[in-house]
């Protein structure tokens, strides 16, 4: 098992920034990609960014040069610069770590960011 914990969620005016941090524990050392996911009031949730352990990212078109996911292996840590944040950037935030298989090995609590207008 991999636990995940998030923060650095808040609220924000539009065009600001935030950061978010997760960090992992337990087994770690199964941990392949490491990534965000958001779901926003009555919406599914949807991919936001993904790094692999190599430093490979990924990121879904709504945030590409905006967002920036980085990571620090050593500790464990997988971090989301958002730089401006949009009211429809509002959602919980979760992070999620992957095995070397793509399976899903974790979710984290979520951590919740609100963008006003």
């Known amino acids: 098992q991999v636990q995940l914990v998030e923060s650095g969620g808040g609220l924000v005016q539009a065009g600001g920034s935030l950061r978010l941090s997760c960090a992992a524990s337990?087994?770690?050392?199964?941990?392949?990609?490491m990534g965000w996911y958001r779901q926003a009031p009555g919406k599914q949730r949807e991919f936001v960014a993904r790094?692999?352990?190599?430093?490979?990212?990924y990121y879904a078109d709504s945030v590409k040069g905006r967002f920036t996911i980085s990571r620090d292996n050593a500790r464990n840590t997988v971090y989301l610069q958002m730089n401006g944040l949009k009211p429809e950037d509002t959602a919980v935030y979760y992070c999620?770590?992957?095995?070397?298989?793509?399976?899903?090995?974790?979710w984290g609590q979520g951590t919740q960011v609100t963008v006003s207008s």
């Open positions: 337990g087994r770690v050392v199964g941990v392949n990609a």
């Open positions: 999620s770590a992957d095995g070397d298989f793509g399976q899903r090995l974790g």
């Open positions: 790094i692999t352990r190599g430093g490979s990212s």
